[in-house]
């Protein structure tokens, strides 16, 4: 019997209105037909991802088991969020916590500046365990300009684990970089 195939997205925000990266993912998702995706909950790839799922109709799973169990009609989405919780699909109700049920540090607190890089080691975690039932890929997307390194984080993470990531660095688009204005003229 082959296993199902779970894809975890991770990407610059960075990439929020770059339309090739857009296609590039949706491609890429189309061609894996995922039973899963796993992604954060930023604006960029994550988004891209959870939209590439909302228009597959994902399956709201009400518990982690059934994301175990193989042979949905539409894809899962499992979206690794802020508070610390995992929630499934479009539905509000938190599946699980990833952060242990540990709030997330307060603004101005030098912890919440790490609290997004734990979140990416939760959710590389928890598809490492996964790996064992699913076909699993690791797309990330970097944004060449990024001053952050998020993604550079979990892709580290995930090479760790053993996960195979495929990797694609985009650069500015001029549709999302228009010239600015000379000033003076």
């Known amino acids: ?16 209105e770059h339309a090739e990266a857009r ?5 890429e998702l189309d061609a894996r037909r995922p039973a899963v995706v796993a992604t954060g909950a930023a604006a960029g790839p994550d988004a891209f991802a959870s939209s590439w799922c909302a228009d597959r109709h994902a399956h709201d799973a009400p518990t982690i088991t059934d994301l175990l169990a193989p042979g949905m ?7 690794y969020a802020l508070d610390g919780s995992v929630r499934v699909s479009t539905h509000p109700r938190v599946m ?31 598809v490492a365990v996964l790996s064992t039932r699913y076909i699993v890929t690791v797309l990330a997307l970097r944004a ?23 990797e694609r660095v985009f650069d500015r688009s001029p549709a999302s970089n228009p010239p600015l204005p000379r000033v003076g003229s």
Do not use: Q, Y
């Open 23 to 27: 296609a590039w993912l949706r491609s």
């Open 73 to 79: 009609e539409h894809p899962i989405l499992a979206v």
């Open 96 to 126: 699980v916590s990833w952060s242990g049920c540990v709030s997330p540090p307060p603004f101005g607190d030098p912890a919440r500046k790490r609290w997004p890089l734990k979140r990416n080691a939760a959710m590389v975690r928890d």
């Open 144 to 166: 060449s300009w990024s001053p952050t390194n998020g993604t550079g984080h979990t892709i580290g993470l995930a090479r760790t684990a053993g996960l195979p990531v495929e």
């Open 1 to 16: 019997m082959t296993r199902p195939t779970l894809v975890l997205v991770t990407g610059s925000r960075a990439l929020a």
